[in-house]
């Protein structure tokens, strides 16, 4: 029962507080989708920016490149991989690795900066005497990254068009 209770209160002051979820289904929420699918995704360098940006067109333009662009998002990426988890023989058993990526959306036409803002992710794998499961699992954390990365971009992306909302 309290938790009834408890429950209903926070309905109610999520609701009186103006509090909209962001991935409702209704036209509010189609026009933030519609104003994502006008971004233009800038390529990004390396291997792992662009399994990042393969990403975002998944999530951001998922009916593919807008063929008139109203925004352009330009990345730019640093990783860093850090070896740990030292063996007697100084070979290391843990990898630590770090993605960074600057990220800024342009209107084209004014070329006016909506967006100017930074994000990162962590993550880690183990290094085993496999030299192939060791690329496999560095391979899977690179994939792990681009992923959070993406949906952070994303999501920043989508507060931006819904704040009028």
Known sequence: ?????????VTLV??????KPMYRADAENMAVTEAMATVAI???EQRLGQKVRNELL???TSLGEPSQPVYQLSIRLNEE???VGLRRDASS??????LQAQFRLMEISSEDVLIDGSTWANTGFDIVQSDYATLMAERAAQDRLAREIALEIRNRLAI???RDQ
């Open 81 to 83: 991989r850090d070896d």
């Open 58 to 60: 998944d999530i951001v």
């Open 42 to 44: 800038g390529e990004i």
């Open 93 to 98: 058993t843990r990898a630590n690795y770090r």
């Open 1 to 9: 029962m309290k938790k009834l209770i408890l429950i209903s209160m």
């Open 160 to 162: 931006y068009f819904g």
């Open 14 to 19: 999520l609701a009186g507080c103006g509090f």
